[in-house]
């Protein structure tokens, strides 16, 4: 007994020195590694599990309501889970324009909680890949998501994707970090049957899948500091968020327009001419119309294909930006007049128009 008592003292005196003194590394990192990485594993799973559990009753998923064509003469109604979404405000949900781009269509969100709401106004920025829907709740009914700040994001930040992918299953959640930023990326994929050209996004690689388009990216604080935009054709582990601060931008402005879900078109499809190409051309810089809209403003107006718009209500129309003509016409109103000056077999002519609401 004396001699069992001796040697564990020893063994104590034994571990206390080397605790000290580090004399048995090999023994201290089998004592002490586990239990470190025991708490940042059981850390990190809290983290994320309180995430989820205060953002889960605030996404959404958008489906659709079309009518399609499958053979000549025939139709069939198609009814489908397509994105996601978040509540931003009472009854206001903020998702990707791709995926509600069909303007014939209607929509309808799926709460967290199973109940359904049918999309009544929907606000498609011109500028990004994003859209305000709007459904009809009891005020404060539904949580919104706090936004965060994306100017100040770090690469290998944690971060979580909330979504519906494949528009099959609904919040499913996936955790990752911020693999890159400032990336420019193309929007959409085969079974959104959309694309478009984004700059400055954020890239993960949190599994972001089709469907999960329109739904939150959110930071280890549960804030809202990208929307699930896309993902990467050809690789894995690669997905792509539009910055948050982009949707801050985008509310500001339309709460500047008192919450209106009009916005103004002229209906024209145009492409950017640069002074270089135009010397080159012998031309002029502006906007080349490629496509006029019937019924639109500027069909009513009489502007015509292969029109060049070079001044838009005063302000000269410059080839330096493929949005400048749309930024312009977005600083205006619906019911406003304004006047177009184009150029048309070199000459320039002057036309008064109409801005009517676009859908």
């Not at 069992?4 to 063994?11: N, S, Y």
């Not at 359904?116 to 106004?121: C, H, S």
């Amino acid at each position: 007994m004396k001699k069992f008592l001796f040697l564990l003292a020893a063994i104590i005196i034994l571990i206390s020195v080397d605790q000290r003194f580090n004399l048995f590394p090999n023994l201290s990192k089998t004592a002490t590694n586990p239990l470190v990485e025991k708490q940042t594993v059981v850390y990190e799973e809290s983290v994320i599990t309180k995430v989820v559990e205060e953002s889960l009753p605030s996404v959404v998923t958008v489906g659709i309501n079309t009518t399609v064509e499958r053979i000549p003469g025939k139709t069939e109604k198609i009814e489908k889970n397509i994105g996601s979404g978040f509540i931003i405000g009472d009854g206001l949900i903020i998702t990707n324009k791709h995926v509600v781009s069909e303007t014939d269509a209607t929509y309808q969100v799926l709460t967290n909680d199973k109940k359904k709401y049918n999309v009544e106004k929907i606000y498609r920025d011109p500028l990004n890949d994003l859209a305000i829907l709007k459904i009809t709740i009891v005020p404060n009914s539904l949580k919104s998501l706090k936004l965060g700040d994306s100017d100040n994001l770090k690469l290998g930040q944690l971060v979580i994707a909330i979504g519906t992918p494949l528009g099959e299953f609904t919040n499913t959640v996936t955790s990752g970090i911020i693999s890159g930023l400032g990336r420019g990326i193309t929007a959409g994929s085969p079974y959104e049957e959309f694309v478009e050209k984004l700059d400055n996004v954020i890239q993960t690689d949190a599994a972001i899948n089709p469907g999960n388009s329109g739904g939150p990216l959110l930071n280890s604080k549960g804030e809202v500091i990208g929307v699930n935009a896309a993902i990467a054709q050809s690789g894995q582990n690669i997905g792509f968020a539009i910055p948050v601060n982009v949707v801050k931008n985008l509310i500001e402005n339309f709460n500047k327009n008192g919450g209106s879900f009009e916005r103004p078109y002229i209906g024209v499809r145009y492409k950017m001419i640069d002074k270089q190409t135009a010397i080159l051309n012998d031309i002029v810089e502006g906007a080349y119309i490629v496509e006029v809209v019937e019924n639109s403003p500027a069909k009513k107006a009489g502007l015509q294909e292969e029109d060049i718009i070079i001044e838009f209500d005063g302000k000269k129309v410059k080839g330096t930006d493929n949005q400048e003509l749309t930024k312009a016409i977005m600083d205006k109103k619906v019911g406003q007049k304004v006047v177009v000056k184009v150029w048309r077999n070199k000459e320039v002519k002057t036309f008064n128009l109409t801005l009517e609401a676009g859908k």
